[in-house]
Every structure is written in C-alpha cells, then in structure tokens.
C-alpha cells in the first residue's frame, strides 16, 4: 500500500517537526532561565561589598539615634493627576519637599548632624561601587548592570522613597507616568531647604517689630520731613511713609541705613524695582 506508507512518513515528519520545535522552545526557556539567574547572581555578587558598608553605616546610624529609626524604607508615594498640563509641570522635588515639610518637627527629632552623616555615608557608598565588567550575554552595557547593582545596594539603605505620579486621561485612552527615587541625601537637603525657608520666614517677622514709631519719626526726622525722591513734604498734600530700601523679604534690616522717607506715590510707583 504505497499511499498509506507515503502518508504514514508524512505524519512522522510532523511529530518529529512538532518534536523538534517544542525541543527548541524548551531550550529557549532553559536558557532564559539560566541568564536570568546567572544575571541575579552577578548583581548580588558584585553589590555584596556595598551592602556590607551599608549594613555597617546602618548599625552606626541605628547606634547615634537610639531605638525608634523610622525606616522610609519601603514607602512608595503614588500620586494621581488631574490634568495632563499638571502632568507637565510636575515637579517631583518640590513635591517630596513640601511633603518633607509636613513632617519636619517628627523628621527633626533626629538631630540634622545625624541626617547629614547618614545621608554623606550613604552617598559615598552609592558613588564607590565599582562598573563591573559584564560578560556580553548576561547585559546589554556595563552601565545597566551597575543601575542593577546601585538598586540592590540603596534597597539596603533606611532611606529609599520612589516617588510615583501619574495621569490618565478621562476615557482611559492615555496614560503617562514618572517615578524618581529619593534617596538619604535628597532628604537631608529638603530638610536643609526647609530649615532655611523657616529661618528666613522668622527673621522676616523679626524685622518687621522692629519697625517702632520712634524708629519711623528717626527716619523721617533726619529726611527732613521730606519724599526722598520727589521731595515734596505733608505741607504740600504728601503722605509721607518710611519704606525700607532692601526689602525684608530680601534681607533688608530695619536699621537707619536702610530705612527712607517715601511719600504714598512714589513709594507705590517704585514697585519691585530698588536703586
Ligand atoms: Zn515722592
């Protein structure tokens, strides 16, 4: 039966073909598999020497501030936008630090020397692990391998916010993300940065007392009574003020020298721009 034996070496080639691509398949997979787990085993083998530091620099840490170190470690923030111009205009630093701000009197009940030590170790830590020199099958560049290998090392570190945001168009069509990660040192300068927003707030209201009856009648007695710029006295219909020359929001004191007499017009006239 010559067909039937035709047909019969017909269907052996395809379960031999069928074989052969599940084989394929089968090694494709294993070889994955081993890549991936080759590529674990680099990461963490080039990263141990780095996260031994940081384990260090956490005991030290742990050590200077007592008991309770609240860890930020695993928090993730998610934001959800309303708009994609707010999107846009994200600004994931100013963000963190008004969130920073929120918190600040709990975040400073450990002492900003400390916040700095810790943020310093931390950053050189990051900045010394080493580019490892990658075989070609298990990265693509070196440089994605240490990306991998920084990751494994600041998971380690107390401080490691990754900051999320998105936005989603109404009927679901786009969508658009971002993340960053903050770091122990983008908290010490937030808190650097607030401390300062704080000081200057208060000095602003401390110069301001200082601004006394006796201290304007000072200024104005020794401009003689008179607008500094158009030089018009009360007797010829002026209001007079007394201004101060730097502004307090700029750091300007409230002190003779920087204090003149304005009258009502030029003083609204002169707006923001100073001599
Ligand atoms: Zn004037």
Request: charged share 20%; hydrophobic share 40%; aromatic share 12%.
């Amino acid at each position: 039966m010559p067909y039937s034996s035709a047909h019969s070496s017909e269907i052996d080639m395809f379960v031999v073909c069928i074989i052969g691509i599940v084989l394929l398949l089968l090694l494709g997979l294993l070889s994955f598999l081993a890549v991936r787990h080759m590529r674990e085993s680099f990461v963490e083998k080039h990263a141990q020497a780095a996260i031994d530091q940081m384990h260090a620099l956490n005991e030290t840490y742990q050590n200077s501030v007592g008991q309770k170190v609240p860890g930020w470690n695993t928090a993730v923030q998610r934001v959800k936008l309303r708009s994609k111009r707010q999107f846009d205009t994200y600004n994931a630093k100013k963000e963190f630090t008004n969130y920073v701000a929120r918190f600040y009197t709990a975040f400073l009940q450990i002492p900003l020397p400390v916040w700095r030590a810790y943020a310093l170790g931390t950053s050189d830590i990051m900045s010394n692990v080493p580019t490892p020199n990658v075989p070609w099958y298990l990265f693509w560049k070196n440089y994605s391998a240490l990306v991998e290998i920084k990751d494994h090392v600041s998971a380690q570190s107390y401080i490691n916010v990754r900051w999320e945001w998105s936005y989603t168009s109404p009927q679901g069509r786009n969508s658009y993300s971002g993340f960053c990660i903050f770091a122990p040192a983008d908290l010490y300068n937030a808190l650097l940065t607030i401390r300062e927003k704080r000081k200057r707030k208060e000095s602003k209201s401390y110069q301001r007392s200082l601004m006394t009856p006796a201290l304007r009648f000072a200024v104005m007695k020794r401009d003689h009574y008179r607008c500094r710029l158009c030089g018009k006295t009360a007797d010829q219909g002026a209001r007079l003020e007394v201004d101060h020359i730097t502004p307090v929001s700029k750091g300007g004191k409230s002190v003779l020298d920087n204090l003149w007499t304005l009258c009502f017009e030029c003083n609204r006239g002169k707006g923001a721009e100073r001599l």
